[in-house]
């Protein structure tokens, strides 16, 4: 069983629909990171948390700490949203080293 | 952009040959770790450079090793080249050890035939 675990898998939804991408977690965390990741590789850090909740834009980043688990959403969902949604755990101690979990294929269709 | 830069960013090496990938991290970061991202899967962390000395590496063998210069650059060497290790490379830079952001480079695809 991996340590991260995401869901769903690949979503495919409509322009302007609600999107929620799950995570599941197993070890003890110090921050849980989500990511995207485009075709062609780069990946870009959408939100570092490790309590609460965060919001920039369009995407809302939520964590509860005592049940291990995360939620990315993204509200009005648009093509350019099209991406791999990567949630990643720092397990602490004295490196920051990424736990990444499989990602979710997300597509956005017109 | 996020201020890293990794090259070459495409690769194709002989099985047995020897590899280095480099990464130049953004400016004022001491931080730099190496992921290797096989096709369909998250990326799996290799190992971990802080002000130039190893600070943690993962479930790779010996003959992945790495190198952090003075000006934080790095640089990631695979030796013995298996088919295996075709995969992309991901180098992250940040400007402390724990709870901070990841700036990630755009990767080295490497394809060893």
């Known amino acids: 069983k991996n340590e991260v675990e995401q869901s769903p898998q690949n979503l495919t939804a409509q322009e302007g629909e609600f999107i929620t991408i799950n995570c599941s977690y197993s070890v003890g965390i110090s921050a849980l990171h989500w990511l995207q990741q485009h075709p062609g590789g780069g990946i870009v850090s959408l939100f570092m948390?490790?309590?609460g909740k965060k919001k920039h834009g369009r995407l809302i980043a939520t964590i509860n700490i005592q049940e291990k688990h995360s939620s990315l959403h993204i509200t009005a969902s648009h093509p350019r949203d099209s991406a791999v949604y990567i949630c990643?755990?720092?397990?602490?101690?004295?490196?920051?080293?990424?736990?990444f979990g499989t990602g979710t294929l997300l597509a956005v269709q017109p | 952009e996020t201020g890293v830069t990794q090259s070459p960013t495409h690769l194709i090496k002989t099985r047995g040959q020897q590899v280095t990938l480099r990464c130049s991290s953004q400016s004022g970061h001491n931080t730099v770790s190496w992921y290797q991202q096989a096709l369909g899967q998250g990326p799996q962390f290799i190992f971990q450079y802080y002000r130039e000395e190893e600070n943690g590496r993962g479930n790779f063998p010996p003959r992945f090793s790495g190198l952090q210069f003075p000006n934080y650059s790095s640089e990631l060497n695979v030796n013995a080249l298996e088919l295996d290790d075709s995969a992309l490379y991901l180098c992250?830079?940040?400007?402390?050890?724990?709870?901070?952001?990841?700036?990630f480079g755009q990767g080295t695809r490497l394809t060893v035939v």
């Open positions: 990643a755990v720092e397990p602490g101690g004295a490196t920051n080293k990424l736990i």
């Open positions: 992250a830079s940040s400007p402390a050890l724990t709870n901070t952001e990841a700036f």
């Open positions: 948390l490790s309590s």
